[in-house]
């Protein structure tokens, strides 16, 4: 496949917008045409990803990479209640095993305010990226190369992240363990799972209790094409009082 025949990616607008209450300009359309373009063709030689396929891209890599931090979106939250999610304010983020760049790189389009560490322990995938996000034309997204923990003991990267991301990583204790190490007091983990069961969360609980932190919700969902199931678990690093909560 080259580009001359490379498929187009499906508008969904209307999905967005009733599933989202958010919709792509025509610049950040353009942006996930040529993501999808650069990812279908490294993963000639990088494995990134078996989802190829133009609405299955959409669905399983833009729409559910979106939908995690949906609370986010311009529309979605009040700017009047919540400042800090103002586009005048700079939030940092991080997508801890970013593989093919999902979730972080929607993320980075979708939100130009938000900038977007892209970390992952994979030289080739690091390498891969360094050459997406400038030909994305992204100013807000940076990558980094290591492990979570490894990086969470850098004073650069220590408790300096308010969101943090994490799909297809590992075990929910492991994705908690990774996270909320680099994340501020009042921070936000968002992990992306499948299915999600009272056994899991459980063991959740059990494991983030010494790491200061909390389950704050789970929002369990299906994909608005293939009726997949999916759930997000959002953690909150604990804040002492005076600290001021990403919601």
Not at 115 to 144: C, H, M, W, Y
Not at 159 to 175: E, H, I, K, S
Not at 229 to 239: D, E, G, P
Request: proline letters at 6%; charged letters at 20%.
């Amino acid at each position: 496949m080259n580009q001359m025949t490379m498929p187009v990616l499906p508008q969904m607008n209307e999905l967005w917008q009733k599933t989202l209450n958010w919709q792509p300009d025509e610049s950040q359309q353009q942006q996930f045409q040529r993501l999808y373009e650069l990812v279908v063709e490294g993963n000639r030689s990088l494995n990134l990803t078996r989802i190829t396929e133009p609405m299955e891209f959409w669905e399983k890599h833009l729409w559910d990479s979106l939908r995690g931090i949906a609370r986010l979106l311009p529309a979605n939250h009040n700017s009047a209640e919540n400042p800090e999610l103002s586009a005048e304010s700079v939030l940092k983020a991080i997508d801890i095993g970013t593989g093919g760049g999902f979730p972080g790189l929607p993320i980075a389009i979708a939100l130009p305010h938000l900038s977007v560490t892209l970390l992952d322990s994979t030289r080739k995938k690091i390498t891969f990226l360094e050459t997406v996000v400038p030909s994305l034309g992204i100013e807000n997204a940076a990558t980094l190369l290591g492990r979570a923990d490894e990086i969470a003991r850098v004073p650069q990267h220590k408790q300096a992240y308010d969101l943090a991301v994490l799909r297809a990583v590992g075990a929910a204790p492991l994705c908690a363990k990774c996270a909320l190490p680099l994340l501020k007091n009042g921070g936000l983990a968002v992990l992306y799972r499948g299915n999600w069961t009272a056994e899991e969360e459980t063991e959740l609980q059990r494991a983030i209790e010494h790491l200061g932190g909390k389950v704050e919700s789970v929002e369990a969902f299906t994909t608005p094409t293939s009726q997949g199931a999916r759930h997000c678990v959002y953690l909150r690093k604990v804040a002492r009082q005076f600290d001021r909560p990403v919601r």
